[in-house]
């Protein structure tokens, strides 16, 4: 038995950047519901850390990939658009100063009227942490205070944190964003530390590419983690990525399975993104 809701369908930006107004422009007009940007800071020349998301420990695109700033690119697509929702897959956030991530994410927000989605996450490239100077091993205990402080400082007239890694005097921070301390915190990560700080913390969770009946095996345990939280009762949205192609059945197995959104690529290898689109239309309508 199919949904009587309709599962999201979000696109990720792996276009040319001259290409991603026009390609948002027209998956805006198609009735996407949001755009995502993955990001990382650098990339080694060599890994000397396993990457723990494949069996050969290899990470699934090359060192030479090119990536972007999320939150310009995002900008950039903010001016083209009106409603579609515009977030990182995934922003890694004990790599970067949180009073820096507060001011880029409610920007954003500002300039898009309230459509800024702040995938986060604690990173899994060891490398990145040790070019910039900052320990790999804490990232997961700083993460949870910056969640704590860029809250605070997108709803409270005044801030003031102390803690382990963030010690901050009393700061005002202006403007907020429209969100407000409301602006989504969406957790990515697919280990069990990653998907109990999604419940613990976030407003939703971003996984990687699943099938219906693996996406319900991690619904269920964020919603028992929810659950331990005591936190069911708040909003929170589960997003997944889809192998491509992906039919009107598809979708209504995610929604069954407890998917709010699918993020998929329908181009790619012989196939542009326009060819691509044209192929979503039908499904989307």
Same mark, same amino acid.
């Given at each position: 038995?199919?949904?009587?809701?309709?599962?999201?369908?979000?696109?990720?930006?792996?276009?040319?950047?001259?290409?991603?107004?026009?390609?948002?422009?027209?998956?805006?007009? &198609?009735?996407?519901?949001?755009?995502?940007?993955?990001?990382?800071?650098?990339?080694?020349?060599?890994?000397?850390?396993?990457?723990?998301?494949?069996?050969?420990?290899?990470?699934?695109?090359?060192?030479?990939?090119?990536?972007?700033?999320?939150?310009?690119?995002?900008?950039?697509?903010?001016?083209?658009?009106?409603?579609?929702?515009?977030?990182?897959?995934?922003?890694? &956030?004990?790599?970067?100063?949180?009073?820096?991530?507060?001011?880029?994410?409610?920007?954003?927000?500002?300039?898009?009227?309230?459509?800024?989605?702040?995938?986060?996450?604690?990173?899994?490239?060891?490398?990145?942490?040790?070019?910039?100077?900052?320990?790999?091993?804490?990232?997961?205990?700083?993460?949870?205070?910056?969640?704590?402080? &860029?809250?605070?400082?997108?709803?409270?007239?005044?801030?003031?944190?102390?803690?382990?890694?963030?010690?901050?005097?009393?700061?005002?921070?202006?403007?907020?964003?429209?969100?407000?301390?409301?602006?989504?915190?969406?957790?990515?990560?697919?280990?069990?530390?990653? &998907?109990?700080?999604?419940?613990?913390?976030?407003?939703?969770?971003?996984?990687?590419?699943?099938?219906?009946?693996?996406?319900?095996?991690?619904?269920?345990?964020?919603?028992?983690?929810?659950?331990?939280?005591?936190?069911?009762?708040?909003?929170?949205?589960?997003?997944?990525?889809?192998?491509?192609?992906?039919?009107?059945?598809?979708?209504?197995?995610?929604?069954?399975?407890?998917?709010?959104?699918?993020?998929?690529?329908?181009?790619?290898?012989?196939?542009?993104?326009?060819?691509?689109?044209?192929?979503?239309?039908?499904?989307?309508?």
């Amino acid at each position: 038995m199919r949904s009587t809701t309709v599962v999201k369908v979000g696109l990720p930006l792996t276009v040319d950047p001259p290409d991603i107004p026009e390609l948002a422009r027209r998956a805006e007009s &198609l009735g996407v519901e949001s755009l995502w940007i993955f990001e990382h800071l650098i990339w080694p020349v060599e890994f000397h850390h396993r990457y723990p998301y494949t069996d050969s420990g290899v990470p699934p695109v090359p060192s030479r990939v090119p990536t972007h700033d999320a939150w310009v690119l995002l900008a950039s697509v903010a001016a083209v658009t009106s409603t579609v929702r515009l977030g990182s897959s995934v922003y890694i &956030l004990p790599l970067r100063d949180p009073l820096v991530t507060a001011r880029a994410v409610a920007t954003l927000d500002v300039v898009s009227g309230g459509r800024a989605i702040l995938g986060a996450g604690v990173g899994w490239m060891a490398e990145e942490f040790e070019i910039e100077g900052i320990d790999f091993a804490s990232r997961g205990r700083r993460t949870d205070e910056i969640v704590a402080v &860029l809250r605070s400082l997108w709803h409270h007239e005044v801030t003031e944190y102390h803690g382990e890694h963030v010690d901050l005097p009393p700061v005002y921070f202006e403007p907020k964003p429209p969100q407000g301390a409301g602006l989504p915190i969406v957790f990515g990560g697919e280990s069990p530390p990653a &998907l109990r700080r999604a419940a613990r913390l976030g407003d939703g969770w971003i996984g990687m590419r699943h099938t219906p009946e693996s996406a319900r095996e991690r619904v269920d345990r964020l919603t028992a983690l929810r659950a331990d939280a005591g936190r069911s009762d708040l909003p929170f949205e589960v997003t997944i990525g889809a192998s491509w192609p992906l039919t009107a059945d598809d979708l209504a197995a995610f929604r069954e399975a407890g998917v709010d959104r699918v993020s998929v690529r329908p181009w790619g290898r012989g196939v542009s993104w326009q060819e691509g689109l044209d192929v979503l239309a039908p499904l989307l309508a």
